[in-house]
T-cell receptor, first 114, second 112 residues
């Protein structure tokens, strides 16, 4: 595996379910990001981790819970979601958050909340 | 408050034509301006980027023009090809920090 991988690629869940999204980067980076991509909206930054520490939480509802056990893995735990949470969830990584670096994106998880 | 405004929302260009996408920003702390390209089913990928110390950067058929006083930058795709059909996002980040603020995206279709 190379680059940034995300699983699953597609997920359908009911509003009362609990599920998790997984992201793994094989680039040796230390920063990881979660974005939400909705149609006709800018990519919305949700969470930022640098060296496993959360450095940014952009007022994301508590029904989204991130976890970063090490610099290569990032999870997004989902529970009690709303239909408006349906979107493409993108994971990205970069060498660090300190300094200007290219972000490398995974292919995303297409989430549908029914 | 949208900090990076991108236009147009969609664009249709004939093969061989020039595609132009514009972005404007408000935050004067921004000093890194990348463009990302996204194909269906894929995540965005860096296409080209510029810093405010230059007014233009060219890589192959892709050129960024930057106007610091107007707080605007644009992407020009010369000799547009059907393979360029994708969604393009402009973005900006402040000095010394890699967090990006994205525009809404432009869906480009290059007709054969």
């Amino acid at each position: 595996e190379t680059g940034v991988t995300q699983t699953p690629r597609h997920l359908v869940m009911g509003m009362t379910n609990k599920k998790s999204l997984k992201c793994e980067q094989h680039l040796g980076h230390n920063a990881m990001y979660w974005y939400k991509q909705s149609a006709k909206k800018p990519l919305e930054l949700m969470f930022v981790y640098n060296f496993k520490e959360q450095t940014e939480n952009n007022s994301v509802p508590s029904r989204f819970s991130p976890e970063c056990p090490n610099s290569s893995h990032l999870f997004l735990h989902l529970h009690t979601l709303q239909p408006e949470d349906s979107a493409l969830y993108l994971c990205a990584s970069s060498p660090s958050t300190s300094g200007t670096y290219e972000q490398y994106f995974g292919p995303g998880t297409r989430l549908t909340v029914t | 408050q949208q900090q990076v405004k991108q236009s147009p929302q969609s664009l249709i260009v004939q093969k061989g034509g020039i595609s132009i996408i514009n972005c404007a920003y408000e935050n004067t702390a921004f000093d890194y301006f990348p463009w990302y390209q996204q194909f269906p089913g894929k995540g965005p990928a860096l296409l080209i980027a510029i810093r405010p110390d230059v007014s233009e950067k060219k890589e192959g058929r892709f050129t960024i023009s930057f106007n610091k006083s107007a707080k605007q930058f644009s992407l020009h795709i010369m000799d547009s090809q059907p393979g360029d059909s994708a969604t393009y996002f402009c973005a900006a980040s402040p000095s010394g920090y890699s967090t990006l603020t994205f525009g809404k995206g432009t869906m480009l279709l290059v007709s054969p």
